[in-house]
């Protein structure tokens, strides 16, 4: 079913997460007003299921849509948000997006989930975050600021998920990132749910229902880990801290640092609502 047409609904701006990103910062350019970022990609609609590559899948409920990771990162691009490549697909909600990506650094061990000092952790996003805006300075883009934790890290043993959400702040403008890392055998799949500090009540259990639906294919699960397997270089605390960025500085490369996501992925809401409304009309 295509959609010809797409409202404003609600706006998320300059969305901050600590994804595993190439430090490639570009300009973000808002779609015009008349402009439809959706226009031409392959929507699913939900129930179904998000198959990411042969590593994981997502299978989710209705009231949603869906991309694949090819047409997740050409909607990156068109809301101007840097892209490699790298997205595996994303899931669009009344007010959000959640974008899927994976880092195959090996298994990483859970041995540090008793000792996620908040502190410690803030004093080192603030620290990259300055970093961060040396290079957003040189490209012309706004420097983003973390005003602090909306919540603090967490490890789930059950599921090997680690969660942290972070209030940012960019040209006066407050955002939420949620960002959660499922532990996997061969590496961290990373899922950034990009929402706003009105709508995150809403959008959370929304979110957790998608993530209920996640799992590793078989030989990708943490719980297969055999002796032998690539073991990542460092552990919960570096994901927490810069996605691996304190271990990777030693080579004088920071592999991490923000995702702008511009005003105008807000689009997603209204168009949402608008696919719904049609169909069942």
Not at 109 to 123: A, F, G, I, N, V
Request: net charge neutral; aromatic share 10%.
């Amino acid at each position: 079913m295509n959609i010809q047409h797409i409202r404003r609904g609600f706006t998320v701006a300059a969305a901050c997460s600590l994804s595993l990103l190439a430090t490639n910062f570009a300009t973000a350019q808002q779609p015009e007003e008349s402009q439809d970022p959706l226009q031409g990609l392959n929507i699913q609609e939900g129930p179904g299921t998000l198959r990411l590559k042969t590593i994981a899948e997502v299978k989710l409920p209705g009231g949603c849509i869906y991309l694949n990771g090819t047409d997740t990162s050409r909607l990156m691009k068109r809301l101007g948000n840097p892209s490699k490549g790298g997205e595996l697909g994303s899931v669009l909600g009344d007010h959000c997006i959640a974008v899927f990506e994976f880092d195959p650094v090996g298994y990483v061990k859970d041995d540090e989930k008793d000792d996620l000092d908040p502190d410690e952790l803030m004093d080192s996003l603030r620290k990259n975050t300055a970093e961060a805006n040396k290079e957003r300075a040189k490209m012309g883009a706004a420097p983003m600021y973390i005003k602090g934790w909306y919540k603090k890290p967490y490890y789930d043993e059950g599921t090997h998920n680690l969660e942290w959400i972070i209030t940012g702040e960019s040209e006066g403008v407050d955002n939420l990132n949620v960002n959660t890392r499922i532990l996997g055998r061969k590496g961290v799949m990373t899922v950034t749910l990009i929402t706003a500090p009105e709508t995150i009540d809403q959008d959370l259990p929304v979110y957790r229902k998608w993530l209920e639906g996640f799992d590793y294919q078989a030989g990708q699960k943490y719980g297969e880990y055999r002796s032998g397997d690539k073991v990542a270089e460092y552990g919960l605390m570096a994901l927490v801290a810069g996605g691996g960025a304190a271990a990777l500085a030693k080579g004088g490369f920071f592999k991490s640092f923000w995702k702008l996501i511009v005003a105008g992925l807000a689009a997603a809401g209204a168009f949402i609502k608008k696919f719904f409304k049609k169909k069942q009309s």
